[in-house]
């Protein structure tokens, strides 16, 4: 599918070759902040989820896709809809790069370009959010680059370094 290809990245399904991959990401603790986790998670927990990743996103209410370099296609993230709610057309939307050394190259940047294209074009959203922790300002610019707007403040959300820290609600409205 074209839309789910960038220039210099492409999203794809995930497979069960992704175990190790997924694993990684999910038990890595420097990341669990981002993702609200606090245990981790077993390869069996995670071949299960692979084995039904393939349900529909009406079925299964989310959409999960390994963000991939077009030049060795290695992932090197994961970008989530959740919450997909078909009735009010609307999902909640997170991205992931495992690697420092991946980040701050505008990967993130592009896979949420494409998967805004294919939220709006394919599954004909009205409107994706967003929860951001205030301090995370490359999240913050990524996803106001590309007009989501900051609808609310949730004080004191989560609980990480033995300190609460605000998170912020964004929105995006197809226009």
């Keep these: 599918m074209v839309t789910l290809h960038g220039q210099n990245i492409y999203l794809r399904a995930l497979e069960p070759e992704d175990l190790e991959f997924i694993y990684a990401i999910e038990n890595d603790e420097d990341i669990w902040e981002v993702s609200n986790t606090i245990t981790p998670y077993s390869k069996f927990l995670i071949r299960q989820y692979l084995e ?4 529909d996103i009406y079925e299964a209410k989310q959409l999960r896709l390994a963000i991939c370099k077009k030049n060795n296609s290695q992932a090197i993230g994961l ?3 959740f919450d997909f709610d078909a009735k009010n057309k609307r999902a909640g939307i997170g991205i992931i790069i495992q690697n420092e050394t991946d980040r701050s190259n505008g990967f ?3 896979a949420l370009g494409l998967m805004l294209d294919y939220s709006f ?3 004909q959203l009205h409107q994706l959010f967003a929860n951001i922790g205030t301090e995370n300002k490359a999240s913050l610019s990524v996803f106001t680059t590309f007009g989501f707007v900051e609808i609310g403040v949730k004080k004191d959300w989560n609980f990480t370094n033995n300190s609460f820290h605000d998170e912020a609600l964004f929105q995006l409205i197809k226009k």
């Design 79 to 81: 970008i989530d809809l």
């Design 121 to 123: 074009q394919q599954l």
């Design 52 to 55: 039904n990743a393939h349900q």
């Design 108 to 110: 993130g940047k592009e």
